[in-house]
């Protein structure tokens, strides 16, 4: 169990790493989108959407990494009048809830990203770049998120891990 556990810790930070390097790209592409039309008076093709395109990916690929640095904004009122077996219950309800949302998203992402695979779907634009591969982030940061929900729940009833990730 603690072996599933930590590959799931591990793989969030793996995720961790691939959204900072993508929100790092988006910045350089910018740089250079900036360069090109202001300094050398020349038109852009694909870093706008580029830049759209990789901080979603970042955002997607990004999530288990925030839950797994309990990173996301909460509001601690009820947990703080909680002993802490009244935390864990607590924490895996909200666990339970957000895992049966992203199931769902992640079975449409999955559907979504499907169909522009077998379609070709393409930007309409001079790029026209195929969406399945920005569709691809969803699934794959949808369902590892999924992962890190059942690591956080796991370790709060092996006592691997307490909600607030201390």
Same mark, same amino acid.
């Given at each position: 169990?603690?072996?599933?556990?930590?590959?799931?810790?591990?793989?969030?930070?793996?995720?961790?790493?691939?959204?900072?390097?993508?929100?790092?790209?988006?910045?350089?592409?910018?740089?250079?989108?900036?360069?090109?039309?202001?300094?050398?008076?020349?038109?852009?093709?694909?870093?706008?959407?580029?830049?759209?395109?990789? =901080? #979603?990916?970042?955002?997607? $690929?990004? !999530?288990?990494?925030? @839950?797994?640095?309990?990173?996301?904004?909460? %509001?601690? +009122?009820?947990?703080?009048?909680?002993?802490?077996?009244?935390?864990?219950? =607590? #924490?895996?309800?909200?666990? $339970?809830? !957000?895992?049966?949302? @992203?199931?769902?998203?992640?079975?449409?992402? %999955?559907? +979504?990203?499907?169909?522009?695979?077998?379609?070709?779907?393409?930007?309409?634009?001079?790029?026209?770049?195929?969406?399945?591969?920005?569709?691809?982030?969803?699934?794959?940061?949808?369902?590892?998120?999924? +992962?890190?929900?059942?690591?956080?729940?796991?370790?709060?009833?092996?006592?691997?891990?307490?909600?607030?990730?201390?």
């Amino acid at each position: 169990m603690f072996v599933f556990i930590k590959f799931i810790h591990s793989l969030s930070k793996i995720c961790g790493v691939i959204s900072t390097t993508l929100i790092a790209s988006a910045v350089l592409v910018t740089t250079q989108m900036v360069i090109v039309r202001y300094a050398l008076k020349m038109s852009t093709v694909w870093q706008t959407e580029y830049v759209i395109f990789s =901080l #979603a990916a970042a955002t997607f $690929i990004g !999530a288990p990494y925030v @839950l797994l640095k309990k990173g996301h904004v909460n %509001v601690d +009122l009820i947990p703080y009048y909680l002993n802490q077996k009244g935390k864990n219950i =607590l #924490a895996i309800v909200a666990a $339970i809830l !957000a895992l049966s949302f @992203l199931v769902v998203l992640f079975y449409s992402s %999955v559907q +979504l990203t499907s169909h522009a695979w077998v379609k070709n779907v393409k930007t309409p634009t001079i790029w026209s770049f195929p969406l399945w591969k920005v569709y691809i982030f969803l699934p794959i940061g949808m369902g590892i998120l999924v +992962l890190q929900y059942l690591a956080d729940i796991l370790g709060i009833l092996y006592n691997y891990d307490n909600p607030k990730g201390n």
